[in-house]
């Protein structure tokens, strides 16, 4: 029973696609894999940290935070299980994580050991395969928003600077901005953002707080 759970936490995530029962099995029984769990409130990556390992989420709810190279504003959000804490941060020139993450709930994990990883790309060509399309995604992603149209008016401008400074550009989004750095970044007055801001409140798309801008479900700002 506890290999069958197992299996199916496993073949949740996109590393482990398309792998057998007994690959995953054969997985389970030979490799090393690190199993821990956070409480609500427990750190469990700090940003800036060596990404020595590659961290699966099982079970639980967590929140991430972003900031910005100046310090001058963040972004939270929140992911649910399956997720993969930032893979791309395991190789390449910056092997540091680039946002701090927190449990919202209890949560479990499952941890693998960057040697180990690369035992298992040698190992299973699935695996392999599965971690270059996983990059691969990633980098396309990055180089097609740079190519896309901004559009012209300041929601489009602001609605562009949000899901660019996401890590998922879904689910709930918390911008801890001042509106005058928020107008500095997309050119600009902080009148105009305002205005913007409060229409988009208005609208349900938004709630403005001081220094914040809460985004229940950035997709519905996206696909305006």
Request: proline share 3%; net charge neutral; aromatic share 8%.
């Amino acid at each position: 029973m506890a290999e069958l759970q197992l299996y199916d936490k496993l073949s949740q995530f996109p590393l482990f696609l398309g792998m057998s029962h007994n690959d995953i099995m054969e997985l389970v029984a030979h490799n090393r894999l690190d199993f821990f769990k956070k409480e609500p409130g427990e750190t469990i990556i700090k940003a800036d940290t060596r990404c020595e390992m590659l961290t699966l989420l099982t079970n639980g709810q967590i929140e991430s935070l972003t900031e910005s190279a100046d310090h001058s504003y963040t972004v939270e959000e929140v992911f649910n299980s399956p997720y993969t804490l930032q893979p791309e941060n395991l190789f390449g020139s910056n092997q540091r994580y680039r946002s701090t993450f927190v449990a919202s709930t209890r949560c479990n994990f499952i941890a693998i050991d960057k040697r180990e990883l690369v035992v298992l790309f040698d190992k299973f060509e699935t695996i392999r395969l599965n971690y270059l399309n996983m990059l691969a995604s990633m980098t396309q992603k990055t180089l097609r928003s740079v190519w896309l149209n901004k559009g012209t008016t300041e929601r489009t401008h602001i609605i562009h600077f949000m899901a660019n400074h996401c890590l998922r550009p879904a689910g709930h989004k918390v911008f801890h901005i001042l509106m005058t750095r928020l107008a500095e970044e997309i050119n600009t007055s902080r009148r105009n953002v305002s205005a913007e801001l409060n229409k988009m409140q208005a609208e349900g798309l938004l709630s403005l707080a001081r220094g914040r801008i809460t985004v229940p479900f950035m997709e519905r700002l996206i696909t305006l």
